[in-house]
């Protein structure tokens, strides 16, 4: 006797989700850009009911803002934002250093120089879009590493924000050396060779508050 039904990888609310989200962050959608309930069900071919959803689930991830009467639209940030943002980020990822700076052994420190040749690589080929996924697959293998449900959830409140940032800065400064990121990268790996946790978080707080600089900047650049 059949009692359950077969579950789903995804439902439409989240492949909705899934695309409106990968608009923001490449760029195609852009801060203030109005969303709408009738070009989307019409481009996706979905019903208003997983649109809605879908509107749901991404201001949760303070993605988007709605507006009553006025409709849905892209979040823009400002630098209060920003440093909201990194400050967040520094965080986490300290806390995911503490868990993981005793336990990482070779292979892990094996996988994150890999993912620093892989961003090489893209810089290399001048594919940018990979670039920054390849950047922010370095900072979340730190983090899927702790195994830590609540570190991980707070982690995913956050990533996609910093996503859409990172290519706002990339848009306002068009020469961003993205030899940076993997600098950074070499040396975050280094201190966690050192199993120094202040050394880790010296590398956590110096990336960072660099970044958020350099995507104040552009937050602010882009709405002159």
Not at 182 to 187: F, I, L, S
Not at 198 to 220: P, Q, S
Request: hydrophobic share 45%.
């Amino acid at each position: 006797m059949n009692v359950f039904r077969q579950i789903q990888a995804q439902t439409l609310r989240e492949q909705v989700a899934d695309q409106i989200r990968t608009a923001i962050i490449e760029g195609r959608l852009k801060p203030n850009d109005h969303i709408t309930e009738a070009a989307l069900t019409k481009q996706l071919g979905v019903s208003r009911t997983p649109v809605r959803e879908a509107f749901i689930l991404l201001e949760r991830e303070a993605l988007v803002i709605a507006h009553p009467n006025r409709g849905c639209f892209v979040r823009a940030f400002n630098e209060s934002d920003v440093e909201a943002l990194f400050s967040m980020r520094t965080t986490l990822e300290n806390f995911a250093a503490e868990l993981n700076i005793n336990r990482f052994q070779e292979g892990d420190y094996a996988e994150l120089e890999r993912l620093v040749e892989e961003q090489r690589q893209w810089v290399i080929a001048r594919d940018f879009k990979r670039v920054r996924s390849t950047d922010m697959a370095f900072h979340q293998y730190l983090i899927s590493s702790t195994g830590h449900p609540m570190l991980m959830r707070s982690w995913e409140e956050i990533v996609a924000q910093v996503a859409a940032v990172l290519y706002i800065r990339a848009e306002a400064i068009a020469d961003y050396d993205e030899q940076l990121a993997m600098r950074d990268h070499g040396k975050i790996i280094e201190a966690y060779r050192s199993r120094s946790i202040d050394a880790v978080r010296a590398e956590n707080r110096r990336i960072n508050a660099r970044v958020a600089g350099e995507c104040m900047y552009a937050v602010t650049y882009l709405r002159k």
